[in-house]
């Protein structure tokens, strides 16, 4: 296919051409996959300035999005694309193809700096969804910045750098600048922009803005990060959103309120009165881990079905199911994309629905995009990130809600992109009185974060007692 670039795409490539380190913060859609193949085909057959290049991506994305756009391209079709995947053999036998591009995933990253060492010699580093590496304390994020200030050129892309807030900034933008813009350390990052929150102790889990340091910090960005949203290059069909309230019977009414009660109050009561005594890092670490298991059950059963304590299903209601196939006999055949969190939501939709096809590899992909298939059932993570789902269909039915808000976005965004010729539809089928509206207002009002899973735990039971 002859490739001829939209403006933002010129204004993309141009800007990666005068800026060695840089961050493309694109909205999905927007064809950062294209962008960034062009851009090291420039570098290295017309520049002459590198030699080879790494990408770093999710698995699905690396396996799949990378050599799929190569191949797609005319323009492209020249370079040769090797994925270091599989088990260890095949990765070492990549390793030694000579090869234009070496795609791996962010899971071996670790692996790829230890058995390279000293003779890392990739000239151009590309890490596809930079806000995977936002935690300076992961050992990926560790191992990459021991060795990517060796290439000349480095290539962050995303659509979400920020997920959680602007603490999540500073690992991602020193893998690009050694710290130049935002400083050394996350400590001097901290001090410069951030207030102590919510803290005990000497433990602080809620770190605030200062005032006016949104600003300088977008200001100290300004000149290697390029931010374009798709509202302002793209004419996409529209995007519209639906929620479905389910209502539980009075049986699974009953087994939530119980387990609401024996559960949620007294976590509030150990979250409020833990002692100094019981060591800090407690309160932030465990109760925390705590509120996300229960929160976890309560939306299990809001779905359906739960995990007793020996991992046995134990089936609740089929409320969302009975929607989800009004939902689909309402569409009268057109393809669904049907996101669900738990092995047991996989378990009953595939029951219910025969035709569904869970989500592989590269196979189901084309099989989805040719057609082929009525129902694709999805995890948020699997459709998280540089999926091309758009040809295939243009309803999302959410059977499960998640707590993140950048997978939320990421996973409706596979439809809704370049490419999509239908207005897309979010259905979200809400559980009538349980957590799952608590959820959906978080990613209403964009507070998708352990915070928000606490504070809407809080409240939820509070006013259930008065």
């Known amino acids: 296919m002859k490739y001829i670039p939209r403006k933002h795409q010129q204004l993309a490539e141009e800007f990666c051409m005068t800026h060695p380190r840089a961050a493309l913060l694109l909205d999905m859609g927007l064809g950062k996959t294209v962008i960034t193949l062009t851009v090291l085909n420039r570098l290295k057959y017309e520049e002459f300035a590198i030699r080879k290049a790494l990408v770093i991506a999710p698995k699905r994305v690396a396996e799949d999005t990378w050599s799929r756009e190569q191949a797609k391209w005319d323009h492209l079709k020249h370079l040769r694309v090797v994925k270091i995947m599989g088990a260890k053999e095949k990765r070492l036998a990549a390793l030694e193809t000579d090869a234009d591009i070496y795609v791996i995933n962010r899971e071996n990253v670790e692996w790829l700096v230890e058995t390279l060492g000293t003779k890392w010699d990739f000239d151009a580093v590309v890490i596809d969804e930079l806000s995977s590496f936002k935690s300076a304390k992961a050992k990926r994020w560790k191992a990459l910045r021991k060795v990517i200030f060796r290439a000349i050129y480095v290539y962050g892309l995303t659509g979400t750098p920020a997920p959680n807030g602007y603490m999540d900034l500073w690992p991602e933008i020193y893998l690009l600048d050694r710290g130049e813009r935002l400083g050394r350390t996350l400590g001097a990052y901290r001090t410069a922009f951030f207030n102590p929150g919510a803290h005990r102790g000497h433990v602080v889990f809620d770190w605030r803005l ?42 699974a009414r009953k087994l939530y309120e119980q387990f609401k ?17 019981e060591g800090e890092d407690y309160d932030s670490a465990v109760i925390g881990d705590m509120a996300a298991q229960i929160s976890g059950k309560l939306l299990q059963m809001a779905n359906g079905a739960v995990y007793d304590e020996n991992r046995e299903v134990f089936r609740i209601h089929d409320a969302k199911l009975d929607a989800l196939e009004e939902i689909a006999d309402t569409c009268a055949g057109q393809p669904i994309l049907v996101l669900y969190n738990y092995q047991h939501d996989l378990e009953r939709l595939k029951e219910r629905f025969p035709q569904a096809v869970r989500m592989g590899g590269s196979d ?16 948020p993570a699997s459709a998280g990130h540089g999926l091309n789902l758009q040809e295939g269909g243009h309803i999302i039915v959410w059977f499960g809600l998640t707590w993140s808000l950048e997978l939320y976005q990421q996973a409706n965004d596979r439809l809704h992109r370049m490419g999509q010729r239908s207005a897309v539809i979010v259905h979200h089928l809400v559980a009538a009185d349980t957590l799952d509206e608590r959820v959906m ?8 974060t352990q915070k928000g899973l606490l504070d809407a735990l809080k409240s939820y039971i509070k006013e259930g007692l008065t």
């Open 441 to 448: 207002a978080a990613l209403t009002r964009k507070d998708a």
């Open 364 to 379: 189901t992909i084309t099989a989805w995009n040719n057609g082929e298939i009525p129902m694709l059932l999805c995890q």
């Open 261 to 277: 009660t024996d559960k949620i109050l007294p976590l509030l009561r150990e979250r409020e009165g833990l002692s100094l005594a």
């Open 210 to 251: 200062k005032p006016g340091a949104r600003q300088k910090i977008d200001a100290l960005l300004s000149d290697i990060c390029l931010s374009m949203g798709k509202d302002d290059w793209l004419d996409l069909p529209e995007r519209s959103y639906n929620t479905i309230t389910v209502t539980l019977d009075r049986k």
